[in-house]
């Protein structure tokens, strides 16, 4: 194992600047599940190093920016040298490749090899590639066409009645109110 | 199971299957003369009544609703008999499918690949794959699940549920090592959605398969029952569908219960005496049912109505019409009157259940159009015709009561004593149409001793019989009310949304709801009582029960959708709650644990499937390796980009969910926004997201683990 040594001394940004991206990194690589907290520290240092050569380069963007684009690109790359015979797009590999590493245990089975280009255990991209996922099998398609249903003479005469009534919802309407009328009309006959 | 394998070829002429049709037209020439006969001696009665002084306008209008009604009673009464004589009959019934299986059959391999789909639209997630897993597991109890492949049909539009859909489906194929057996497919755009879902699995994957069966997202079904409905479809060529008859189970709400009670002690009479009368030309109910795959494509893809919706347009109750397009292409529609093995929940208040029934009924109503097509199956047009009146009774009934209101405010005059003689004759005749069956059955039951042995158990469920007798009585005139109104707002052309059920109550009653949903049905029961008061005390006195009803509707309907459902005290037990089968207390145990668990602070949990795939890398990596790459989007990029800034800096509740939706469906936009969220400063994120960074990784510590339960004998490595 490596030993972890902490030389970090940015020419640009703010003591407090340097501590929110340190935070961040920090919750960004727990969110990928490396409990080893060494590896952990060590991709933060690492990580922090690139970002202040970055900084100091384009002090526009914050240091928090400048280290999640290096650990973004610290990843793309290892993903290239692991899946580099698999046809995808640079999206496809960063997706497939994160769950890949989570699908294969990698947490637990190699977090000191976790964004190290250099060194790739050869069961571990094995076990990455092994791992790409598909939601659904092959297809097999077939045709599943609607036929008509001849609704016969009396749906024919509704549809054609119906389609009138629905242009019309006024028209609707007025025919419920002339019905409920005529009933009332009726009722109040018969009890005179 | 072999992806390549060809589905059997389509059978020109189905024979075995199909019950000889000397035996189904004896059986409905009994059934169909006994409620003619029912139908014509209370119309004849209803006549000698009204008829005293002649026959007017008003009578007739009577008349008119009556005979559907009381068509409608007799067919209820004679199914129940027949399937009580059926449960009973000392031989076996010739037409009973269990015994085309000989005994080696039930151990045979099964060789017939089998998709279980099920489509789901924003459902509980948890329950959704919890239940897929008890039946999973229960299939693999069997040792026959080789053959078995499962599909989660997702039309879900809420961008978290989606996103939960897809974690629960990942960590469920985790668990189970059961990548390639278990699918998950979420579809772009939900076209003609639940048909639409099927018929676009159909398409896709249907060659693969010689049969599906069909689950709801709250279907359960033993892997026992589902090898034996392989067994019968391969055994009975001439089957094109085959549904059982789901119990209700897990209900908590006395309504639910209720149902779940009277379900499980008068469904299998009723089961039984639809098969009798049925017989090859059953209806299928949408779920837990086993297709025949290349015939359903062949024959049952769903043409538009004329019309636009709610009347015209997509067909809504698609499952009867695909029953009767499947009979039309020579294939028989069973019915398995099973007992055990096949399940469904219920809606858990009376709101939620109108709720249903208003989509029930409106596409129940766009039936009237295939009443009249050609080329039906006699058979299939009265399944029409009784899915149109099941609904449109609630409105013949209110008229009933409307006409007879003014009937009664006439002056009457009926004074003979064959009038007298006649009303009193269909009142016993209409109370024993009413309640014989309930009590046959339930003679039948403690006698027997089919749902339960011990004595005690027989008592309470008699007990029981007669509570939900009570319950359902007041429930019955504001349910009428309800149909009624919605069979006159589908004839308005006022259609319904699609929303998702609710299947479990959240919380306690909300009387609020309850107060301004059945408000008005009991300010209805008091005018028309102090009418009924103007017109005469007699008929007051007659039309009480229902008007009582309707008056107490709010405190009913409250009441029933509580919790206290009398389990403590042992009513309303069902067979499942006595004794839970595997397949049920596999998943009840695997909800409670999910359940248990502590939660995250409730703005999170709301959001936390679309907190999950921006922040969690894997979950990230999950969501875009499962979309596809679109070759052209349909918004700019820059609207997109918008968007996603506007998500870091103001929250998603800042969003509709159509932009949340436009978001997501975009690999490039998911995976960028992943990491400008984690390089975001402080200063520039909404607060959701600044407590959402500090709160994830404590409260999830394994991204897929949040969901489902985590069954360590299940637990497997993938790599491995």
Redesign the interface.
């Known amino acids: 194992m490596d030993a972890v040594t902490i030389e970090f001394a940015p020419a640009t940004g703010t003591e407090k600047e340097w501590n929110?991206a340190y935070a961040?990194l920090a919750?960004?690589f727990?969110?990928?599940?490396l409990h080893n907290r060494i590896r952990r520290t060590q991709l933060i240092l690492t990580t922090l190093g690139l970002a202040s050569e970055e900084h100091a380069k384009d002090p526009s963007k914050?240091p928090?920016?400048h280290?999640?684009?290096q650990a973004?690109r610290m990843m793309k790359e290892w993903l290239e040298e692991i899946y580099v015979d698999i046809p995808m797009?640079d999206?496809?590999i960063?997706?497939?490749?994160?769950?890949?590493?989570?699908?294969?245990?990698g947490p637990d089975?190699w977090p000191h090899f976790f964004l190290d280009k250099e060194t790739l255990p050869h069961d571990m991209a094995e076990?990455m590639r092994?791992?790409?996922?598909?939601?659904?099998?092959?297809?097999?398609?077939?045709?599943?066409?609607?036929?008509?249903?001849?609704?016969?003479?009396?749906?024919n005469v509704?549809?054609e009645g119906?389609?009138r009534f629905?242009r019309h919802?006024v028209v609707?309407?007025s025919v419920?109110i002339v019905l409920i009328g005529v009933v009332l009309g009726?009722?109040y006959t018969?009890?005179q | 199971m072999n992806p390549n394998e060809t589905p059997a070829p389509a059978i020109p002429h189905p024979a075995q299957g199909l019950p000889p049709l000397r035996i189904s037209r004896t059986r409905r020439a009994t059934f169909f003369t006994l409620v003619g006969l029912g139908t014509v001696v209370g119309t004849w009665l209803m006549v000698v009544y009204l008829g005293e002084g002649g026959l007017g306008p008003l009578e007739l209008a009577l008349l008119a609703t009556f005979i559907p009604l009381y068509y409608q009673l007799n067919v209820g009464f004679w199914t129940a008999l027949a399937g009580v004589w059926l449960m009973n009959r000392p031989s076996p019934d010739t037409l009973d499918l269990w015994q085309t299986l000989s005994p080696e059959d039930h151990h045979a391999p099964i060789e017939a690949s089998t998709a279980i789909i099920m489509p789901i639209y924003n459902e509980d997630v948890t329950r959704v794959f919890e239940g897929l897993r008890a039946i999973y597991l229960s299939l693999q109890q069997t040792g026959q699940d080789e053959q078995f492949d499962f599909f989660v049909l997702s039309d879900s539009d809420d961008p978290s549920k989606w996103i939960e859909e897809e974690v629960a489906w990942l960590e469920l194929c985790r668990q189970l090592k059961a990548f390639g057996r278990i699918f998950y497919r979420k579809r772009r755009k939900p076209i003609n959605r639940k048909s639409g879902n099927v018929s676009d699995f159909c398409r896709r994957w249907g060659k693969r398969y010689r049969y599906t069966v069909v689950l709801d997202a709250d279907s359960l079904m033993s892997g026992r029952l589902l090898t034996t409905m392989v067994r019968i479809m391969e055994k009975n060529s001439g089957l094109g569908i085959l549904q059982t008859f789901p119990r209700q189970i897990a209900a908590e709400t006395l309504l639910g219960r209720v149902m779940q009670f009277a379900q499980a002690l008068y469904g299998p009479p009723f089961a039984y005496g639809l098969d009798y009368w049925q017989c090859g030309e059953a209806n299928f109910w949408g779920h837990n049912a086993i297709i025949r795959l290349a015939p359903f494509i062949e024959n049952c893809a769903l043409p538009p109505l004329p019309g636009k919706e709610p009347f015209g347009g997509h067909i809504l109750s698609h499952d009867f019409v695909e029953a009767a397009l499947m009979r039309k292409a020579g294939y028989a529609v069973r019915l398995l009157p099973s007992l055990r093995g096949s399940y469904e929940e219920g809606p858990p208040t009376l709101i939620d259940m109108l709720k249903r029934d208003r989509r029930w009924c409106q596409g129940n109503m766009q039936h009237i159009w295939l009443l009249f097509a050609k080329k039906w199956h006699p058979m299939s047009r009265l399944n029409f015709l009784h899915g149109i009146l099941s609904y449109a009774s609630s409105l013949l009934w209110l008229l009933f009561l409307v006409f007879s209101t003014a009937l009664a405010a006439l002056p009457s005059g009926r004074e003979l004593e064959r009038t007298q003689t006649a009303e009193q004759l269909l009142l016993g005749l209409t109370i024993a149409l009413i309640f014989l069956p309930k009590t046959v059955i339930l003679l039948d039951e403690q006698l027997t001793g089919r749902m339960f042995k011990p004595l005690k158990q027989r008592f309470l469920t008699s007990f029981s019989s007669v509570l939900d007798t009570i319950i359902f009585t007041l429930m019955a005139p504001v349910l009428m009310i309800f149909h009624a109104r919605f069979v006159v707002y589908t004839l308005l052309g006022k259609g319904v949304n699609w929303v998702a059920q609710r299947r479990k109550m959240s919380g306690g009653v909300d009387w609020v709801e309850v107060f301004f949903t059945f408000g008005p049905i009991s300010l209805l029961g008091i005018i028309w009582g102090v009418v009924g008061w103007f017109i005469s005390t007699n008929f007051l006195l007659w039309i009480s029960p229902i008007l009582i009803c309707l008056v107490l509707s709010i405190p009913m309907a409250g009441i029933v959708s509580g919790s206290h459902s009398g389990r403590r005290l042992g009513l309303f037990l069902s067979p499942e709650e006595d004794e839970p089968p595997t397949v049920l207390s596999t998943m009840e145990q695997n909800l409670t644990e999910v359940n248990d668990r502590l939660q995250l602070q409730p703005e999170l949990e709301k959001y936390f499937g679309l907190l999950q795939v921006c922040l969690d890398p894997y979950v990230n990596g999950l969501h875009v390796s499962l979309l596809r790459k679109r070759k052209n989007i349909q918004v700019s990029r820059d609207y997109l980009d918008t968007l996603a800034d506007r998500l870091v800096r103001e929250g998603p509740q800042a969003l509709k969910p159509q932009e949340i939706k436009a978001m997501i469906y975009d690999t490039d936009t998911m995976t960028h926004l992943h990491y400008r969220l984690w390089s975001a400063a402080d200063k520039d994120l909404a607060p959701f997201w600044f407590l959402a960074i500090r709160q994830y990784n404590v409260a999830a510590t394994n991204p897929f683990a949040h969901l489902l339960a985590q069954r360590k004998g299940e637990t497997v490595r993938l790599s491995a």
């Open positions: 929110e961040r919750d960004y727990r969110s990928y599940r914050s928090t920016q280290a999640i684009n973004r797009t999206t496809q960063e997706g497939t490749g994160r769950l890949g590493f989570f699908l294969s245990g089975r076990a092994n791992s790409v996922r598909e939601s659904g099998p092959g297809l097999q398609v077939s045709k599943m066409t609607p036929r008509d249903i001849d609704l016969g003479l009396i749906s509704a549809e119906l389609d629905g919802p609707r309407y419920l009726y009722l018969l009890l």
